[in-house]
């Protein structure tokens, strides 16, 4: 397949940024017959990170495999207010992990972190093992965790589904179809996961320590009130440009 034919057959498939992705898949094929494969894949509506096996996130390329969430540029947002409250040898926990993406900026900014990683869905784990070399742990949520991490975690930072689930079957189909239902469906109105992360975040931070969670702007409100009804003085960060709202979490 010539490359005019590979940018015409990914518009004809809707891709708005055909060019880009053209190159990107020409660039990673070995072979035509690879090419021709990997076009086919997005063209049937496979996240392009998936056709790739990759994605760029914060300057890095972050494996991704099949099911498993595609990091989001405005998790970056995430990522750098994350950074810039995470001391040389501080102990991060990335829970809800993923591919261990937003692990992986902590750990590029600071690597004498000590760095845990958390994800109920075993894709994910195998995925963020392959992108962090670490301690990544399979289970739901704290229970995944070192009970020696209690009262010692100065980040906590969670990029947890936030999607209510009436709204799902209106994503696209990238994400509805090509990604775990777990990482997306955040019950009824979003916030059920961040209700758990929330409520127990206490006891596993170190005194003055942070939790870090992304939202939509139109939940952020509630999401405030879940940190403060748990202990922590809580404020609003957002990013326009990216459309990224973040809620921090301190506690005393």
């Known amino acids: 397949m010539s490359p005019s034919d590979v940018v015409s057959t ?17 660039a990673a094929a070995t072979s035509a017959a690879e090419l021709d494969a990997m076009v086919a894949s997005r063209v049937a ?9 990759w994605a760029e996130f914060c300057g890095l ?10 990091p989001r540029r405005r998790t970056e947002v995430l990522a ?21 993406a937003l692990g992986a900026a902590l750990l590029a900014a600071h690597p004498g972190i000590d760095l845990h990683a958390a994800d109920i869905d075993p894709a ?10 670490g301690q990544v742990h399979e289970g739901d949520l704290y229970n995944a965790l070192p009970a020696r991490l209690h009262g010692i975690v100065d980040v906590l930072v969670v990029n947890a589904p936030y999607v209510p689930t009436a ?13 775990a239902r777990v990482a997306l469906d955040g019950g009824h109105d979003g916030l059920d996961v961040h209700r758990r992360v929330a409520a127990d975040a206490a006891a596993w931070l170190a005194p003055r320590g942070h939790l870090l969670i992304e939202t939509s702007e139109r939940q952020a409100p509630v999401a405030v009130g879940l940190f403060e009804r748990a202990g922590l003085q809580a404020r609003v960060e957002t990013d326009d440009e990216l459309g990224a709202t973040v809620v921090i979490g301190e506690k005393p």
């Open 10 to 26: 990914l518009r004809a498939a809707g891709c708005v940024f055909a060019e880009e992705e053209a190159d990107l898949l020409r």
């Open 80 to 100: 750098a207010l994350a950074s810039g409250l995470t001391a040389e040898h501080a102990t991060v926990v990335d829970l809800c992990c993923g591919t261990g």
């Open 61 to 70: 390329r972050i494996l991704v495999e099949p099911t498993v969430f595609v």
């Open 45 to 53: 509506g496979l996240p392009l990170e998936q056709v790739l096996g």
């Open 167 to 179: 709204a799902i079957e209106t994503m696209p189909p990238e994400a509805r179809v090509h990604e």
């Open 124 to 133: 994910a784990v195998r995925c963020a093992r392959r992108n962090l070399h």
